[in-house]
């Protein structure tokens, strides 16, 4: 077969996005009750007061991207996307041990005071987190897409819910089953932890995989990390060094939204071991081998695509519309 030459490929790709976005943006309210232009009349320069404040902390510090991102995912998964992620006090989500590394809180509130001084009592809080997640994948080259709005925030936000959160310890069949239990399949856990092709993990949660396998290898290395990749993962995390140093979570790309994590993978530079899962355990491993390689035929995967429709569908779990929760004052407390 003829390949398609690259600038052949950039019109398909474009086409596609289009279709895509087309599909993606006609004006019906998602069956959970969110809606594309929700704040049209009462607050129509939303999109852009948040993206103009997403852009401008990234502009002084490009890592609030991934934290933004990671935020959202942190918030969806505990008492539904409803902002409960922000709510401090004793005992809160915010406070609890898989949040504890989560940042860009002072973005929000930013873009929650600009907000308020536009159109007060309007915007949630939950909705900003969910635009400023897109925007912070569009920043990364990501490809962005419409996120229908109208969630209200939560009032209730406990540590203890934070169980439900995956753990990097989680094998890939705990993995499915907790997004299964937020109406997410495979392809959305495969798709969602694609996320990692951006942003940084802690040394303290991986360096256990390269010092602990003795009896596994000679080297003393998980034996699904390429041995080639050992060394320059031990320069960065020494044994018993500085476990809050950070690392790339997508080797040689950790700051562009594009597919090269899945390609890591497929090599063994997966870097936490639940990502490194995706590509070894059959039950994903197909899905995971979609979004590699460079021409990828019918049943390839186009990442920005699939991840643009997993994200719609995550950034609706378990959303409050309607008269349900309550429209934030400030996005730390309970009105
Ligand atoms: C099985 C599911 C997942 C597990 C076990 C997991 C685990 C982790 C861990 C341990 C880190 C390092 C945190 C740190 O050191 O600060 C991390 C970072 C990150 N995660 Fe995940 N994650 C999962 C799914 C997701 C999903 C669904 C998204 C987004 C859609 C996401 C986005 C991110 C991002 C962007 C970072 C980098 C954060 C930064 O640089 O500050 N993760 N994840």
């Not at 915010?94 to 590394?101: E, H, I, Q, V």
């Not at 930013?110 to 309007?122: P, Q, T, V, Y």
């Not at 495979?186 to 940084?200: F, N, Y």
Request: glycine residues 8%; contains cysteine.
């Amino acid at each position: 077969m003829k390949k398609p030459s690259p600038s052949n490929l950039i019109l398909i790709n474009s086409l596609t996005v289009t279709l895509i976005l087309t599909l993606l943006s006609t004006p019906t309210a998602q069956p959970q009750g969110t809606s594309l232009g929700f704040y049209a009349r009462t607050c129509p320069n939303v999109e852009s007061i948040v993206r103009a404040t997403v852009q401008s902390h990234f502009q002084s510090d490009p890592t609030v991207a991934p934290a933004l991102l990671r935020m959202h995912f942190h918030d969806c998964f505990v008492q539904g996307c409803d902002a409960s992620i922000l709510l401090e006090g004793p005992n809160t989500e915010k406070s609890a041990f898989p949040n504890r590394l989560l940042r860009g809180f002072d973005v929000i509130d930013d873009a929650k005071k600009r907000l308020e001084a536009a159109c007060a009592g309007i915007v949630s809080c939950a909705d900003i987190i969910a635009l400023a997640a897109r925007d912070s994948v569009s920043l990364t080259r990501g490809l962005g897409w419409p996120v229908p709005l109208g969630r209200r925030d939560g009032t209730v936000s406990l540590a203890l819910d934070t169980n439900n959160l995956p753990a990097f310890t989680d094998s890939i069949q705990v993995q499915v089953q907790k997004f299964a239990d937020k109406g997410l399949n495979a392809q959305d856990l495969v798709t969602l932890v694609g996320g990692h092709t951006i942003g940084t993990a802690a040394c303290q949660f991986f360096s256990y995989r390269l010092y602990n396998f003795s009896t596994s290898t000679p080297t003393g290395a998980d034996p699904t990390i390429d041995p080639a990749f050992v060394p320059q993962l031990r320069a960065l995390c020494p044994q018993n060094g500085d476990g809050s140093r950070r690392v790339g979570l997508d080797t040689g790309s950790q700051d562009t939204f594009d597919d090269s994590f899945f390609t890591n993978l497929r090599n063994g530079r997966g870097v936490l071991d639940s990502d490194q899962k995706l590509w070894t355990d059959p039950a994903t491993r197909d899905i995971a081998q979609r979004f590699t390689g460079p021409i990828r035929g019918l049943l390839g995967l186009r990442f920005s695509l699939e991840f643009s429709r997993s994200m719609v569908k995550m950034s609706n779990v378990g959303v409050k519309t309607g008269s349900q929760g309550e429209i934030r004052k400030v996005c730390t407390a309970v009105n």
